[in-house]
């Protein structure tokens, strides 16, 4: 801005001095004094002061116009940046209040999840802490800024400083599973880095989350698994819209089909074929709110083997009693339909063994008694023959009437001819387990051979000897036991003249009983016996 000078100024300005100065200078009687100058030179003095001084006002016209625009733009700038501040005002106390709602969300979150939580900065000092703390801890604010290593803790864990430093120092995460000082409440610990925007540690944040019921209910669960995992029943479950959701281990073997096939499949893949009235009304039926009768049906697995099946079905419901989902427990019982069959076998072969038996007592005391000459004799063949059938009965018996060893019944038959060390006999043959009927019928046979080899023949002397051979041979692509008695060392011996109940045992009963061939000689060195007996197929 341009100053006037206070000389210039001065002079032609209406003031009190130089209005006064123009009346004494005026041409009315003013005196000049002797230093006046002339008129003419005072007039144009004057002019050009008054022309100075009015150039001077235009330019300080001028200066303060544009001093007055230029307030006035400053003052338009100053009303924008208040506009804009207010603005700005508004925002921030707009972010404020949102910042103050998320942090009020924040804490009730933590206060309402009931996790403890506490921060702690690099020298692992308290920063801040979740109410739930205060109960593991026993933190209050006053404890912000002290150590976590001097609150006394409520769990188990000595070894916090090192974790701590190793996260920090690693970035790492270490989760634990810690227990209560009471030694029933069980914790998860997790320790993660406290990380800036800038993704900076700055710190740690350490998280317990009360797993005691969890941890009780995944023991429960745990020994559940291990107790339907170890079944040998299937035991699998199903969904409410019928899709198979579980398949344990006995179900896969049972079944034959693995888990991954299994799994995910609608129920109605295990309906049978020739499904049973009951199997078809359950597998059809999309609603099972109660529990269904037991079953049976039969399943054939992927390899084509039939396997009978007992089916029990149940609900599983939620506690207010909804059915969520369904459970089946499915038995291989094909051990018990085979103990059905063998017993019903075994108590068809007990009657008609307990007929053949009394059949055969009755023959062997009706053809004993018309053999012998007295009743003393008569007994002692009877009783000798009884004991021959009692003790191949007792073979039977010990197996469970399953069977009996050939070598075994040729023991037991010639066991009283071996006294005094004597050894009587050989016996040469594979290792044979006769059924029931032919360890009967060969015993009766045997019996009758070494009773009369012991009265007439090989083992009435103490030189004699008896040889039993035996072998399996195919005929007609059907097992034949071929056994040869062969007697030595005996008296002399001559074929009878007359065919006894011993030898009708020995011959008609093979053939009658096992549709067998029998060969009976009579050299002189002894008597030679061939059996050929058609051996039972196995199943």
Not at 259 to 285: C, H, K, R, V
Not at 288 to 310: A, D, K, T, Y
């Amino acid at each position: 801005m341009r100053v006037l000078k206070p000389s210039i100024l001065g002079k032609g300005i209406n003031t009190p001095q130089n209005r006064a100065a123009d009346r004494h200078g005026s041409g009315d009687g003013g005196h000049i004094g002797p230093a006046d100058m002339p008129m003419t030179i005072v007039g144009k003095s004057k002019a050009l002061r008054i022309r100075a001084l009015e150039e001077a006002l235009r330019a300080t016209r001028a200066e303060l116009q544009a001093v007055t625009d230029m307030h006035e733009k400053t003052s338009e700038e100053y009303r924008s940046i208040n506009e804009e501040l207010q603005a700005l005002n508004t925002e921030l106390g707009s972010e404020n209040a949102s910042l103050a709602q998320i942090a009020n969300d924040i804490h009730n979150l933590l206060d309402s999840t009931r996790i403890a939580v506490v921060f702690l900065d690099k020298r692992l000092r308290i920063r801040h802490f979740t109410p739930a703390m205060t109960e593991l801890f026993r933190l209050n604010h006053s404890d912000r800024g002290r150590p976590i290593a001097d609150i006394s803790p409520l769990v188990d864990y000595p070894q916090l400083a090192e974790d701590a430093e190793r996260v920090l120092r690693e970035r790492d995460v270490i989760e634990r599973i810690l227990g209560g000082i009471d030694g029933h409440a069980r914790f998860l610990l997790r320790i993660r880095p406290y990380l800036t925007a800038d993704s900076m540690v700055d710190g740690l944040v350490l998280t317990f989350v009360d797993v005691t019921h969890s941890q009780q209910e995944n023991t429960e669960h745990a020994r559940l698994a291990a107790i339907v995992n170890s079944s040998r029943d299937a035991i699998f479950g199903f969904s409410p819209d019928d899709r198979i959701v579980s398949w344990n281990p006995a179900a896969e073997r049972i079944f034959g089909l693995p888990a991954a096939q299994a799994i995910g499949q609608p129920l109605q893949m295990l309906q049978p074929q020739d499904a049973s009235p009951e199997a078809e009304t359950f597998f059809n039926n999309g609603k099972r709110e109660q529990q269904c009768p037991i079953f049976e049906m039969s399943w054939v697995r992927p390899n084509g083997q039939s396997v009978p099946l007992e089916v029990n079905y149940s609900p599983v419901r939620d506690d207010q009693g909804n059915m969520i989902a369904g459970k089946i427990i499915a038995r291989d019982i094909t051990e018990r339909r085979q103990s059905e069959r063998h017993n019903e076998m075994m108590l068809g072969e007990l009657n008609h063994r307990v007929k053949n038996t009394l059949a055969s007592v009755q023959a062997i005391a009706v053809q004993t008694l018309a053999s012998t000459h007295s009743l003393s004799e008569f007994r002692t063949v009877f009783v000798e023959r009884l004991l021959a059938l009692s003790k191949t009965h007792n073979l039977l018996a010990s197996e469970a009437w399953q069977g009996a060893n050939l070598a075994s019944i040729l023991d037991n038959e010639l066991a009283p001819y071996r006294h005094e060390g004597r050894q009587c006999a050989t016996l040469t043959g594979d290792d044979l387990k006769l059924d029931s009927k032919a360890a009967l019928a060969l015993a009766m046979a045997i019996h009758e051979l070494a009773t009369n080899a012991g009265k007439y023949g090989a083992l009435s002397v103490r030189e004699g000897q008896v040889e039993v051979t035996w072998k399996i041979r195919q005929h007609d692509t059907r097992p034949w036991l071929h056994m040869v008695w062969t007697e030595r060392g005996g008296p002399s011996v001559k074929r009878p003249t007359r065919q006894g109940f011993g030898t009708r045992l020995i011959t008609d009963g093979i053939v009658y009983e096992l549709g067998g061939e029998v060969k009976l000689d009579y050299p002189s060195t002894g008597v030679i016996c061939i059996f050929d007996v058609p051996l039972a197929l196995k199943e």
